[in-house]
C-alpha cells in the first residue's frame, strides 16, 4: 500500500489499525522472551522465530472468526497465540511443562488447541495442507460455513502434499484459504535457486485456485486481502491462496549460522519492519500518541512476563505417565 493508502485506511478504522499493532507486538515480545528462555535453556530442542512475518498471522487471523480452523507449520508461536490460546499454556508448552497446550509433549514445533480450532503445528514441511484440505472436505460434507486457514513457508510448493492438496481442493471446491508465507528462504535455500517458477501465485492459479500476492510487510494489506478472500470463499469460490511476501530477520533456527544471505539484505528488509511501519504510520495520522504507545507496551509485556512466570512455575509430568496417551484411553462404558 501507498502512505496515502495507509493513511486513509488508518483514518477510515484507527481501532482496527491498532489493534493489528497490537497483535504484532504480542507475537514481537512473546517470541524475544522465547529466544532468552532458550539461550537459558529453558526451552530445548528446535525453536524457529516468526520476527519479521507478524503482519502476515495478525491480518489473516482477523479476518477470520471462532468456528473457522488453523493449520500452521513450526513457526507458530504467534499463530497460536493471535488464534487465542492463551499465552500462558503456549510458553508452558514451550517449556516442557505438563500445563501447556499439549501437557509438555508437544514443545514449540507442534502446539494444539481444539477449543480453538487451531489444529497445529507441523514439522513436516507441507504436512499441514493435505490436513487443512481434510477438515475442509469435513466441513463441507457437514454442511458447516466454516473456513480452514493453513499457513506455510514457500519451501513447499517444492512438495508434493502442495500439488495434491491444491488439486483435489479446486477439484472439490473446498472452502480453505491458503497462506503461503514466502520469506525467500528454505532453511537456506533460496527460492530462485530452487525454483524455475518463483511466481507461486501462479502455481496455485495453475490448479484453478483464484491467486494473488500480497505484502506481507503491510498488516492492513494482508487484512485487506484475507478479508477479500474469505469472503469469496464463503460464498462458495473455493479454495484462494496468498502469498504473502515477507522475510524473516532471524536466522531459521537457533542453530543457523546464516551463511547463505548477506547482512545488507537483511538490512533493507528490516528497514520494512511491520510493527514500526505501523505504528510510525498511526502517529502520523494522529491515532496513536506516544503515552498510548507506551501503555500498549506496557500491557504487552505484563502479559508477557506472566506467561514466563507461569511457564516458570509449571511441573514436568511424572516419569511413570510417559506413556501415557500412546494409545487411545477407553473410559469404562
Ligand atoms: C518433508 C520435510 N523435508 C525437509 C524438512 C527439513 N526442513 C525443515 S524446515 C525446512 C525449510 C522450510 O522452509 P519454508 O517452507 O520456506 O518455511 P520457513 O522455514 O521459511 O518458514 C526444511 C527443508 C522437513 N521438516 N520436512
Ligand atoms: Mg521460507
Redesign the pocket.
Known amino acids: 500500500m501507498t502512505g496515502e493508502v495507509i493513511a486513509e485506511r488508518i483514518s477510515g478504522d484507527p481501532a482496527q489499525a491498532r489493534h493489528l499493532l497490537k497483535q504484532m507486538l504480542r507475537v514481537r515480545r512473546f517470541e524475544e522472551a522465547c529466544v532468552e528462555l532458550y539461550s537459558a535453556t529453558k526451552i530445548r530442542g528446535f525453536l524457529?522465530v516468526?520476527i519479521g512475518?507478524e503482519a502476515v498471522a495478525a491480518g489473516v487471523m482477523s479476518a477470520i472468526g471462532p468456528e473457522d480452523a488453523v493449520v500452521a507449520?513450526?513457526?507458530e508461536h504467534g499463530h497460536a497465540l493471535l488464534r487465542g490460546v492463551p499465552a500462558n499454556t503456549i510458553m508452558a508448552e514451550m517449556c516442557g511443562r505438563a500445563e501447556g497446550c499439549c501437557r509438555g509433549r508437544g514443545g514449540s514445533m507442534h502446539l494444539f488447541d481444539a477449543s480453538t480450532r487451531f489444529y497445529g503445528g507441523n514439522?513436516?514441511?507441507?504436512?499441514g495442507l493435505p490436513l487443512a484440505v481434510g477438515l475442509a472436505l469435513a466441513d463441507r460434507m457437514s454442511h458447516r460455513d466454516r473456513v480452514t486457514v493453513c499457513f506455510?513457508?514457500?519451501?513447499?510448493?517444492a512438495?508434493g502434499?502442495f500439488h495434491e492438496s491444491m488439486n483435489l481442493a479446486a477439484l472439490w471446491n473446498l472452502p480453505v484459504l491458503f497462506c503461503c508465507?514466502?520469506?525467500?528462504?528454505?532453511?537456506g535455500?533460496a527460492?530462485d535457486r530452487s525454483e524455475s517458477q518463483t511466481d507461486l501465485a501462479l502455481k496455485a492459479a495453475g490448479y484453478e485456485v483464484a491467486a494473488w500476492s500480497v505484502d506481507g510487510m503491510d498488516a492492513l494489506a494482508t487484512q485487506d486481502a484475507a478479508r477479500r478472500a474469505v469472503d469469496a470463499i464463503r460464498a462458495g469460490g473455493g479454495p484462494h491462496f496468498l502469498e504473502m511476501r515477507t522475510y524473516?530477520f532471524r536466522a531459521?533456527?537457533m542453530f543457523d549460522p546464516e551463511l547463505y544471505r548477506d547482512k545488507a539484505e537483511v538490512q533493507r528488509w528490516m528497514e520494512r519492519d511491520p510493527l514500526t511501519q505501523l505504528r510510525d504510520a498511526l502517529t502520523s495520522a494522529d491515532a496513536l500518541s506516544p503515552e498510548a504507545w507506551s501503555a500498549l507496551e506496557q500491557e504487552v509485556d505484563a502479559e508477557i512476563r506472566a506467561a514466563v512466570a507461569f511457564a516458570d512455575a509449571g511441573t514436568l509430568e511424572p516419569v511413570e505417565e510417559l506413556t501415557r496417551f500412546v494409545y487411545s484411553e477407553r473410559t469404562a462404558s
Open positions: 524457529h516468526y512475518e507449520t513450526y513457526r514439522a513436516i514441511v507441507a504436512g506455510f513457508g514457500e519451501g513447499a510448493v512438495e502434499e508465507e514466502n520469506n525467500l528462504y528454505a532453511m535455500t527460492l524473516r531459521h533456527s
